[in-house]
């Protein structure tokens, strides 16, 4: 499934201004493309952005990434991380630093890191360890278009509140009457700009959309991915907002039981088992 842009959006992607992908993370993603990249090179290259190096490090040394002792160096985490967990962090420390400090954002950013990180350990746990780094990238990604609109109308800030209040999922159609698009749409168009796995772009674009699991001869890992965003952020609305069974989850509940193969007594344990194990890293922090 493509990212289908209406010609109305096209339209409004002549107004909204979506970042592009900084030029430290274009070379650094290049190099790692190459068919035998030199990761001496990588590392010099994240070490030229003092505050990319420095975040990477700090990510690289996080308990999400489950490493025993520290690294004490960028070259070694390089080296040790691999080729697509470099990526990974290196796109995800950039996304943030690509907007401007914004309060109204805070929430947000907290949530969708929260959210990346049980996407990567309820992927290792329904059996997907493959999809590990793909599910963390998916969550820190899949409210992209958020800021990006709040960027181009401040007045955005407003419509925030009232989606956090009343669910993303149920007031897609009042965005995209008063900004001509949602978040949706926006985010897919920068994940596509910052050339992610296309399976990403159409998460992103269809996160809200429960039918995607009707859908005959749907790509099988974009229902994984699909299914392990919609457990993750059940699992977000329960720690935050004190309940999970918010409408969307509702819609979405029969397809991503089927996808991850789950019943009521397995889904409980999983849930469990996955807060368990954040905890238990943000205890080691």
Known sequence: M???VSALEKELLK???????????????????????????VAKLITS??????????IANSPVFKRSKPFTSLDQAVKVLGITRVEVIVNSVALKGTFPDADILDPLWRKSAYVADMNGILAEKTGNPALVDPAYMLGLFHMSGVPVLLQ?????????????????????????????????VIGALLAKRWQLPSALVVVIQHQHNPLLFEKANMNKLVLI?????????????QK???????????????????VLN????????????????????????
Do not use: C
């Not at 991915?225 to 609305?237: F, V």
């Open 2 to 4: 493509a990212t289908k």
């Open 15 to 41: 107004k909204v201004v979506i970042p592009p992908r900084p030029d430290i993370v274009n070379k650094v993603t290049d190099e790692l493309k190459q068919e035998d990249p030199d990761l001496d090179k």
């Open 49 to 58: 952005d003092v505050s990319l190096a420095a975040s990477m490090l700090k």
């Open 152 to 184: 181009n109308y401040p007045n955005y800030a407003k419509f925030i509140k009232e989606a956090d209040e009343y669910g993303w999922g149920e007031v897609l159609g009042k965005e995209k009457v008063n900004f001509g698009a949602n978040h949706t």
């Open 225 to 237: 991915l699909l299914s392990l965003l919609k457990l993750s952020r059940n699992i977000m609305h």
């Open 240 to 258: 935050y907002m004190g309940s999970g069974e918010n409408a969307e989850w509702a819609k979405s509940f029969e397809g991503v039981m089927r």
């Open 262 to 285: 789950l019943d009521a007594a397995s889904l409980t344990s999983l849930k469990k088992d996955a807060q368990d194990e954040h905890n238990a890293r943000l205890a080691e922090q």
